[in-house]
């Protein structure tokens, strides 16, 4: 009985544990993040993209419009989202005059958090930073912005000798370090940052394929299907939820670090 | 003599990574979670604690990213 | 508590993925430099081996040295 797996070919033809069509187990691969484009090189991360952004766009202005000092419930909300950055990521991080900088942290938070959320909404089950362009583009602009800062704040020269000599070390390990200071802070930092939030959603998603299709091929009607196909089912549901928690927080932390080099730009190490 | 039982091709140095990195992810947790726990202990150590802390994560890291360079040393 | 008036590059997040940036910095520079060395000599996996091992030995030297610094020396243990 436990052994003995009924096809399920008669009820519906498809890769079934049981089924006489000899197709393994259909592992998912890179393969299916490569999705066609709609029309001419408008594709699926694109559209979803710039629907994201017309949905922020959308829901801010309809929360700060009207504003009254004693909020209703959508500016209560929205409020919520900025004070959250301003001051739990700004003021923390940078210091009161940072304010100027709360704008770009706020954008780059939701952006990054409603490209992750298009992951878990059905429909649309793509998330988009797990293409690596969208990372990258993300993540050399935080580096421009850093770099231009320093530059400006600290003088040219001068930000680089501070970033290569930290004070309070001692001297004969200076030649040594400074290459590993310079590489760490100028190269190492973008390529960390795109590549935690590329590989964080990339894993994510094919994670989610994997249980999918799992669901799918152990259904069967005998004891090993059944019981494989509804814990992959209750596996799905659980990562589902574990992914959501994953992603709010890669958001977070690509939003703060950010606010970090930035503080890093404007306040040298004294 | 022997028969072949099971047969792994593609990239082994993957492997060798995956199975690298199971070491340093429970050493590493295991240094942050004292860690914690000792700041809670006693508050006023906290830069002591932090010192030790963050030298025992980068010994532990050093053995994971050891292991991401060891498939080129000892490849084909 | 940490706030901003303690320096940035002294709280512990990013003072974590700063040991972690110069770890793989190290690593990279130095198994790069060891690569090239081999590559003269002869043996590039010798190089490659010999650099990343400099270059963990050299990164762990700057992660200690930077955090004895970080602190200004008046948490560190000679107070007891």
Same mark, same amino acid.
């Given at each position: 009985?436990?052994?003995?797996?009924? /096809?399920?070919?008669?009820?519906?033809? =498809?890769?079934?544990?049981?089924?006489?069509? =000899?197709?393994?187990?259909?592992? /998912? *691969?890179?393969? #299916?993040? &490569? !999705? &066609? /484009?709609?029309?001419?090189?408008?594709?699926?991360? $694109?559209?979803?993209?710039?629907?994201?952004?017309?949905? #922020?766009?959308?829901?801010? %202005?309809?929360?700060?419009?009207?504003?009254?000092? !004693? /909020? =209703?419930?959508?500016?209560?909300?929205?409020?919520? =989202?900025?004070?959250?950055? +301003? *001051?739990? !990521?700004? +003021?923390?991080?940078?210091?009161?005059?940072? *304010? +100027?900088? $709360?704008? %770009?942290?706020?954008?780059?938070?939701?952006? $990054?958090? #409603?490209?992750?959320?298009?992951?878990?909404?059905?429909?649309?089950?793509?998330?988009?930073n797990s293409r690596f362009a969208f990372p990258v583009g993300l993540a050399i602009t935080v580096w421009l912005i850093y770099m231009y800062l320093g530059m400006r704040h600290q003088g040219p020269i001068k930000f680089f000798t501070n970033m290569m000599f930290p004070p309070g070390m001692p001297k004969a390990i200076y030649v040594i370090l400074a290459p590993i200071e310079l590489i760490s802070n100028v190269i190492v930092r973008p390529v960390t940052l795109s590549i935690r939030l590329f590989a964080n959603m990339f894993a994510g998603h094919l994670l989610l394929t994997v249980f999918t299709v799992a669901t799918f091929y152990l259904a069967s009607l005998s004891l090993v299907g059944i019981l494989g196909s509804a814990t992959s089912f209750l596996m799905t549901i659980i990562f589902t939820a574990f992914e959501a928690l994953i992603q709010a927080l890669q958001a977070y932390i690509f939003t703060l670090l950010t606010a970090v080099y930035i503080a890093g730009s404007l306040h040298a190490e004294h | 003599m022997v028969d072949l039982i099971a047969e792994l091709t593609g990239s082994v140095g993957s492997i060798g990574y995956g199975l690298a990195a199971i070491g340093p992810g429970i050493g590493i947790g295991i240094i942050f979670g004292n860690g914690v726990q000792a700041i809670a202990r006693q508050p006023e150590a906290y830069g002591v604690i932090r010192q030790n802390m963050l030298l025992g994560f980068a010994l532990a890291e050093a053995l994971a990213l050891l292991g991401f360079v060891a498939p080129f040393v000892f490849g084909t | 508590m940490k706030s901003a008036k303690e320096p940035v590059d002294a709280q512990t997040p990013n003072a974590a993925w700063t040991v972690m940036n110069n770890l793989i910095a190290g690593i990279l520079l130095y198994g790069g430099v060891g690569f090239l060395i081999g590559y003269f000599l002869g043996n590039t996996s010798v190089g490659l081996a010999v650099g990343a091992i400099f270059g963990i030995v050299a990164s762990t030297y700057l992660i200690f040295f930077r955090l004895r610094a970080l602190d200004g020396g008046h948490n560190t243990q000679r107070e007891a």
């Open positions: 009985m436990l052994g003995a797996v009924v /096809p399920m070919a008669e009820i519906e033809p =498809g890769c079934h544990l049981g089924n006489d069509f =000899g197709c393994g187990f259909p592992a /998912p *691969d890179a393969s #299916i993040f &490569e !999705i &066609e /484009p709609y029309f001419g090189s408008f594709t699926k991360p $694109v559209f979803l993209l710039l629907l994201g952004s017309l949905i #922020i766009i959308i829901f801010f %202005l309809a929360a700060f419009r009207n504003s009254k000092l !004693i /909020p =209703g419930k959508l500016q209560s909300v929205g409020e919520m =989202g900025y004070l959250f950055i +301003r *001051d739990g !990521i700004s +003021r923390e991080v940078i210091g009161k005059d940072g *304010d +100027r900088f $709360v704008p %770009l942290l706020f954008t780059l938070f939701f952006f $990054v958090w #409603i490209g992750n959320l298009w992951g878990i909404i059905p429909g649309a089950q793509f998330p988009v | - | -």
